[in-house]
């Protein structure tokens, strides 16, 4: 008989979650915690050991506002059913009154407006989600301290038994789907923690170790003054997300701005290249980010300042197909400009003038504003290194001369 004892290696992960992770940690800045989460329910769903009359997890994502609760869930959504709007997902401010859970699970048959409701929650509607190798779902409760009491007893049953009464009695199982459940509990005395050291810089007198496990303290404490132990009970998992420091912020920059510059390539009127310099990217991170919001705002500020000018600049023509454009950072006007490099063409979207049927956007401060902007001719013709990145076509012989010139 052999004596050889074929070690097993429990903590060896097949390709695909180890491919998961990958693409999910690509998405989400830091959140370790909440990346490993979700990693897990993977591997363990895969391998068929969810336990069965329970959803796959529930999971209570907790921490202060734009620290990525929301943004996790989409992008695993993204990555495993190649859509980040394949969730079902419930804004808890938006049902507060009995009338509004009819929105949610529709009402009774014979009630008033019986035919009309729409239930948010039905099977169908979860099983959008599934692909041909992935039977799950995803069902996300967004901001749940704002849920009313009736709203909490619908939730608590479905954390339990992994089902749902409709209001016609038909029943939906959520066996095969895993209920994610946000809440900012905590974030302002997360906020106050972090004020130490203002801005996003880590306070001297607290350790990054130390502080990392206050705020987790500090969350979890605020879910156990707010919420019921048999709600607590019924938990997987709570993750505590951390607000983002100042060097996790310009990693989410660089990812949106990645995605703006993808809407680029995709667009059809003429896919160039753009690129922010070190000066933009700050000024970006002063307009979109703070210590209250995290990086809520972040978004906004890139459409504001990065995309509504493109979108001008593009319907304009004044950037075309294979253009490489550098968006910089004006301090006189404090605001973004927008050079064809190699061709030396200033184009600043700050001195706006009134032109015939401008796009509206909105100033700096909440006035509204005309756009496009002047054309102004930069003094120097510079050209400048163009980045190891080629524009996904070839660049089109440019028809006109510059108007800029004239
Ligand atoms: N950790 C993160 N990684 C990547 N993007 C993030 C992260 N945190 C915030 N963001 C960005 O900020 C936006 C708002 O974050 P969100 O997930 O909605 O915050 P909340 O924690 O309040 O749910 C996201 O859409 C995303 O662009
Ligand atoms: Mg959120």
Not at 39 to 55: E, I, K, M, T, W
Not at 164 to 171: E, H, I, Q, V
Not at 285 to 290: I, S
Not at 313 to 339: K, P, S, Y
């Amino acid at each position: 008989m052999s004596e050889f004892i074929l070690p097993l290696d429990p903590n060896k992960r097949s390709t695909q979650t180890v491919d998961f992770q990958s693409a999910l940690r690509a998405k989400i800045v830091g959140q370790a915690e909440g990346v490993q989460a979700l990693v897990d329910l993977y591997q363990v769903f895969c391998a068929g050991l969810n336990s069965p009359g329970r959803p796959v997890g529930n999971l209570l994502f907790l921490g202060p506002t734009g620290s990525g609760k929301t943004r996790m869930v989409e992008a695993a959504a993204q990555i495993l059913f190649g859509d980040a709007k394949s969730i079902i997902k419930v804004d808890c401010a938006e049902f507060q009154h009995s009338h509004e859970i009819a929105k949610l699970i529709g009402s009774p048959p014979g009630y008033l407006g019986h035919r009309e409701t729409h239930p948010l929650i039905t099977q169908d509607a979860l099983s959008a989600s599934h692909t041909d190798k992935l039977k799950l779902s995803f069902l996300l409760f967004d901001e749940i301290e704002k849920a009313s009491d009736a709203l909490w007893q619908l939730l608590l049953g479905m954390l339990d038994k992994a089902t749902l009464t409709l209001g016609d009695n038909r029943k939906v199982d959520l066996s095969q789907t895993v209920i994610f459940l946000t809440s900012n509990l905590g974030g302002g005395e997360i906020s106050e923690l972090m004020q130490g050291g203002m801005g996003f810089i880590q306070p001297k007198d607290k350790p990054a170790d130390l502080l990392d496990e206050k705020v987790e303290r500090t969350a979890v404490e605020a879910a156990r003054r707010k919420f019921s132990p048999e709600f607590m009970n019924r938990l997987d998992k709570v993750v505590v997300f951390h607000p983002l420091q100042r060097q996790q912020l310009e990693e989410v920059l660089a990812i949106e701005l990645g995605h703006v510059q993808q809407r680029v390539l995709e667009t059809a009127k003429g896919q160039f290249l753009f690129r922010v310099t070190e000066p933009g990217r700050e000024f970006l991170l002063r307009e979109g980010t703070d210590q209250r919001y995290g990086a809520r705002h972040l978004k906004r500020a890139i459409e504001r300042h990065v995309v509504y000018p493109l979108a001008n600049l593009l319907a304009t023509e004044q950037v075309q197909l294979g253009d490489l454009v550098r968006i910089d950072w004006d301090g006189q006007h404090n605001g973004l400009t927008f050079v064809r490099e190699g061709e030396g063409a200033l184009v600043s979207t700050l001195t706006a003038e009134p032109q015939p049927e401008p796009a509206v956007v909105e100033a700096k401060d909440g006035r509204s504003t005309n756009a496009p902007a002047e054309v102004v001719v930069e003094p120097r013709k510079s050209r400048a290194a163009l980045p190891a990145a080629t524009p996904a076509a070839a660049p089109q012989a440019r028809k006109k001369q510059d108007r800029v010139n004239s």
